[in-house]
């Protein structure tokens, strides 16, 4: 079994696409590879407030019988956790979640994880995505959007991150605007993020007006240093 945590330098940066990109890439080509696999991919989202993220997995892989798709609590607001909770008079279950993830692992050959904001977003009133991933030893890419200030996000990510004693594996850059991937050496260039965080850019996500097209992002991504992140899935007899 292998986990990832797709985690951002903010929300809206492209984490879900990033998680799409993987699973695309997963079921295209990993699956493939040994017939003794579980053959069970888990997309779990940490809690999901208001609506998006799990709706669109839903629509995208309704007909992928190996890819499950889990969401332990929901919240209506699309707020902060702690506040989306307050205003229904709920409290946030961080023990189902848990729980949930455990099985998750269990079943899985691969859980791709999917947070909610950056590291510094609060998940509860006492604890954020980064104490998440610290807590649960979570091996962690970060997600960064290819837009003007993103290299400034990304160092304070970073630094967070080095603090907690996060297994940060890597970068993805992602261009969520068509003129994004025409930017990149000037609003996020590689050699500059990876001389002041030392962390690696795996790869770049490019625009993507058409996610049906799975064989493009699969492609994408198998062009990616994937050992950094996915390492070789576990055979299991």
């Excluded at 696409?17 to 003794?36: H, P, S």
């Excluded at 609506?51 to 839903?58: A, I, K, N, Q, R």
């Excluded at 200030?149 to 970068?171: E, F, M, P, Q």
Aim: charged share 20%.
């Amino acid at each position: 079994m292998t986990t990832l945590l797709i985690a951002g330098t903010d929300t809206d940066v492209g984490k879900t696409f990033v998680t799409i990109a993987l699973a695309v890439y997963w079921r295209k080509y990993r699956l493939q590879e040994d017939i003794n696999l579980k053959k069970i991919l888990s997309i779990f989202k940490l809690m999901q407030t208001g609506v998006g993220d799990v709706e669109l997995y839903s629509r995208l892989f309704a007909n992928a019988e190996e890819i499950e798709i889990l969401t332990p609590l929901r919240f209506d607001a699309p707020l902060a956790p702690p506040i989306a909770a307050a205003k229904e008079g709920r409290v946030i279950e961080l023990g189902k979640v848990w729980q949930d993830f455990t099985v998750a692992q269990e079943k899985s050959d691969l859980v791709l994880l999917e947070s909610l904001g950056g590291l510094g977003s609060p998940v509860t009133d006492e604890l954020t995505v980064g104490n998440i991933a610290a807590d649960w030893r979570l091996p962690t890419v970060l997600v960064v959007p290819v837009r003007l200030g993103a290299i400034a996000h990304t160092i304070a990510n970073v630094a967070l991150a080095r603090s907690l004693k996060i297994d940060l594996k890597g970068i993805i850059l992602n261009c969520s605007q068509p003129e994004a991937v025409g930017r990149i050496d000037d609003l996020t260039p590689i050699d500059i993020i990876q001389s002041l965080t030392q962390v690696p850019v795996i790869g770049t996500l490019p625009y993507a007006k058409d996610w049906e097209n799975s064989d493009r992002i699969a492609q994408i991504v198998a062009n990616w240093d994937l050992e950094l992140i996915l390492p070789q899935v576990k055979v299991y007899s």
